[in-house]
């Protein structure tokens, strides 16, 4: 093993054990002092193929949805944005997306950060 090899998986540890030690993680705690914007108003970019999103995390206020990309586009997947919408809507509240944040290990496993705020919910056009 040559030794740049293995400075990178001692790096790689060290930073997956921080990770682990230190509470919320990084994208949570950027999420939580982002304004936001409303899901209605995010850029959007076809649908996400590679795997169902799936909400995660869910509270009363704030949820997780956690998604693949094939591409490091910009923009957020349709279908993500409509399930923000959609969960937010069962309580008569709005999506407000706070942010994204990408895994360490898979660069194509995305997190998006959603809060649901009291506000007046619009049929899409």
Known sequence: MSRFTKLAVLATLSGVTLAACSGPDVGTRIAGSAQGTPATEQRVTGKTILMTPRLEDVTEASFNIRYMEMSFGTGTPSNVRDLAIEQCAKSDRIAIHKGN?????????????????????????
Request: charged letters at 30%; one cysteine or more.
């Open 101 to 125: 944040s990408r895994g360490l290990i898979q660069l194509n496993t995305v997190k998006a950060y959603y809060e649901c705020a009291d506000g007046e919910v619009t049929a899409e056009k």
